[in-house]
């Protein structure tokens, strides 16, 4: 099947600096990708969705200035965290869609950010 | 919203037991319903759908039937191996909404 990778996958920072996770998708072109949040004993929590060539939209509650996505190319969608905090800590996860349908998506294996 | 509550877990079972996973859902319409699966360090990969009232997805020897009556989409197995051990996710689109997931551990 269509493979997704995700770089890192685990970081640590420092409050107050930014932090930048890619996600690739390896053997297909993905005209959508998707950025999900999942904290401990929660579901996956849809941040935004990303359309490569325009800007992403994002869910009530997440902040765009802090959660910065860029759809560069068919293959590669980048998440930076802002200014991160101690709160920001999570796990993040990437899908990346190959057609019209919802299902159709692949995901990657998820990015452990720890901010101290 | 929509919603999707699966049992909270973690479930753990000897080899060849029967498996039962609860989700129930809330939504408006006729979402397709979805069990995803996540093995340890791997990402989440589709194990089965259902896309209309009275469906069956199965996969793997997993099934689920998409019960409108009761909105349900229970993951069933009747003989579970060490290698289905893993976090389950029931989802619905669209776009798609997670339960918090179930982690099942088969022990020998």
């Known amino acids: 099947g269509a493979v997704v990778s995700q770089h890192p996958s685990r970081v640590i920072c420092k409050s107050g600096t930014s932090v930048k996770i890619e996600c690739r998708s390896l053997?297909?072109?993905?005209?959508?990708m998707f950025w999900y949040r999942q904290f401990p004993k929660k579901s996956l929590m849809l941040m935004a969705t990303?359309?490569?060539?325009?800007?992403?939209?994002?869910e009530q509650g997440v902040e765009k200035d802090k959660f910065l996505i860029n759809h560069a190319s068919l293959t590669l969608s980048t998440l930076t965290v802002t200014s991160a905090h101690p709160e920001d800590s999570s796990f993040y996860i990437c899908?990346?869609?190959?057609?019209?349908?919802?299902?159709?998506?692949?995901f990657g294996p998820g990015t452990r950010l720890t901010v101290t | 919203g929509d919603s999707v509550t699966q049992m909270e877990g973690p479930v753990t079972l000897s080899e060849e037991a029967f498996l039962t996973i609860n989700c129930t859902y809330t939504?408006?319409?006729?979402?397709?319903l979805f069990w995803y699966v996540q093995y340890p360090g791997e990402g989440l990969q589709l194990l089965l759908k259902?896309?209309?009232?009275?469906d069956k997805g199965s996969n793997k020897g997993f099934e689920a039937t998409y019960r409108k009556e009761t909105t349900s989409f229970h993951l069933e197995k009747g003989s579970v191996q060490v290698s289905d051990s893993a976090v389950y996710f029931c989802a619905l689109n669209t776009p798609l909404v997670f339960g918090k997931g179930t982690r099942l551990s088969v022990i020998a």
């Open positions: 939504a408006t319409g006729y979402p397709s």
């Open positions: 990303s359309n490569e060539g325009s800007k992403a939209t994002y």
């Open positions: 899908s990346a869609k190959t057609g019209l349908a919802s299902y159709e998506q692949y």
């Open positions: 259902a896309t209309k009232a009275d």
């Open positions: 053997d297909f072109q993905a005209t959508t």
